[in-house]
């Protein structure tokens, strides 16, 4: 039973035009993360929403950004994608509780393509 | 400096072997990841420790506080245990997990 579920698995744009990568979420967990994973390296944490609220890494580039309308879903946004982004992105989810480490759970990721 | 360290880098084992995949991490990591990839595809969580063990069919993941060194074993290694095999810390008070850099697991037949 997939859990967190991301799509499309492969998407290809191009240069320059706005890609949104999707992530759906059936644990009801209230954390949300988008990472980025590029060729032979481990993956880097973009931003992650606590509930609504929105975290950004420092060191994000500005061209990326994410929405979470509700518990279940969450977007990446790519407004103008250059060829560095190219890379896996990874979706994850977990459920914080006080004072408690709880497991990340990870979606198969999406595969982007810059033409 | 917040860091976790993986080794062997690579490893190359015959089916049937016992694997043992290490992880040392620095203070201020709160608990460990044990993840696993396959070539192009996505990251399953195998485990996630604090302290103690973990058992889940042929895999089992320890963890030494003390000396902040935390394992992961696969017995009866399989060929489809062929992956890259991450150890992550996640930070205290905090959401960011810190990455090593993957051991490549090779069993073959």
């Known amino acids: 039973d997939a859990m967190v579920i991301q799509n499309p698995r492969y998407q290809v744009t191009q240069f320059g035009k706005p890609v949104t990568l999707s992530c759906s979420q059936t644990?009801?967990?209230?954390?949300m993360y988008w990472y980025q994973q590029k060729s032979s390296q481990a993956p880097k944490l973009l931003f992650h929403?606590?509930?609504?609220?929105?975290?950004n890494e420092a060191d994000t580039p500005d061209n990326f950004q994410s929405r979470r309308p509700n518990t279940s879903f969450c977007f990446l946004d790519i407004r103008s994608p250059g060829l560095g982004d190219a890379a896996m992105y990874l979706c994850?989810?977990?459920?914080?509780?006080?004072?408690?480490?709880?497991?990340?759970?990870f979606g198969d990721g999406t595969r982007l393509s810059i033409l | 400096k917040n860091e976790v360290e993986q080794s062997p880098q690579n490893l190359t084992a015959q089916e049937g072997e016992f694997i043992t995949i290490n992880c040392s991490y620095s203070?201020?990591?709160?608990?460990l990841h044990w993840l696993q990839q396959h070539p192009g595809g996505g990251i399953v969580s195998l485990f996630m420790?604090?302290?103690g063990k973990k058992k889940h069919g042929r895999l089992i993941a320890t963890i030494n506080i003390q000396e902040k060194h935390s394992s992961l074993h696969i017995t009866a290694s399989h060929p489809r245990d062929s992956a890259v095999y991450i150890c992550?810390?996640?930070?205290?008070?905090?959401?960011?997990?810190?990455f090593g850099k993957g051991t490549k697991l090779t069993v073959n037949p």
């Open positions: 929403y606590y509930d609504k609220d929105f975290n």
């Open positions: 203070v201020g990591i709160s608990a």
């Open positions: 994850a989810t977990s459920n914080r509780h006080k004072n408690s480490n709880q497991p990340q759970h």
């Open positions: 992550a810390g996640r930070l205290g008070g905090s959401e960011k997990l810190v």
């Open positions: 644990l009801n967990h209230n954390v």
């Open positions: 420790l604090s302290s």
